[in-house]
């Protein structure tokens, strides 16, 4: 995955996402992809911590600093959260930052659609810090797309398999425009990083839906040739026989020429025995 810092991450677990995301290393090793951090797509209503725009799908994520590390956090969409059993308390935004971060997901995909970008399905990540031991969601809010977790390597990459899994897959130039509606346009990514990072190119897409297989049609005089090759060789089998066929005629001619010795010397015998 490559990664652009267009500003600093409005939370600080921020820095614990980037991180996380900076171990996958460049191209499709991991999961490919590019991850912009820092960034305040149009119509968005607040700064997010990143935007990740992915072969299969776009994920917003937003971070949530708790005051303190948690062993448990209930983290419900439409619900206050709790913490180690006691309601969440954050000096701003509301109790609730699932909500917060479906509403950015929600006013970035509506971004997207208005200006023709690629209608990539837009996910939800809520990046808890500085710790949590164990969190909890509901089942309807895994479904709709929205996943809250503590960010390391192996939670974001779970998290990103399970939500970027749209049917067709973004090409370079639809992934370069998505990329300048979040601003990241300047960062010049050209279309072989952008290849190398997942998306397919169009020009090789269609260079391989073009090439046809030409069925390979016979050589008619080799074909005859062969034909020809074939009957001789057949009837030469046929006059010549099997090697037990010549065995059998030699048997044959040898019992002939004994039995003709055997009548001749019968006559012979009848002819000096017969008186004058």
Known sequence: MRLIRLDDEPSTV????????????????????????????????????????????????????????????????H???????????RTEGDVNPALEAMQAATALAKTLHDREAEPLPVSTIVAVGPYADRITQPTQDLNRGVRVLCPTTRTMLSAVRELATYEDTCRAEPAARVLR???????????????????????SGLASSETTRLKKVPDEDAERSAQRGSSRSTTDRAVA?????????????????VALLVCLAAVLVLMLGTPN
């Not at 999961?31 to 725009?53: E, H, I, K, N, S």
């Not at 066929?245 to 001619?253: E, F």
């Open 14 to 77: 921020g820095a614990d996402v980037r991180t996380s995301l900076t171990v996958w290393g460049a191209g499709r090793g991991v999961f490919g992809g590019v991850g912009v951090f820092g960034c305040q797509p149009p119509g968005c209503p607040r700064p997010l911590d990143a935007v990740l725009v992915l072969p299969r799908g776009v994920i917003v994520v937003v971070g949530v600093d708790l005051s303190d590390p948690a062993l448990t956090v209930d983290a419900p969409v």
């Open 79 to 89: 619900t206050p959260w709790t913490v180690d059993g006691w309601p969440l308390v």
């Open 181 to 203: 509606i979040l601003g990241a346009g300047s960062q010049r990514l050209g279309m072989a990083t952008l290849v190398d990072e997942g998306f397919p190119d169009v020009a």
């Open 241 to 257: 026989g099997t090697p037990q066929d010549a065995l059998t005629r030699r048997r044959t001619i040898t019992l002939g020429f």
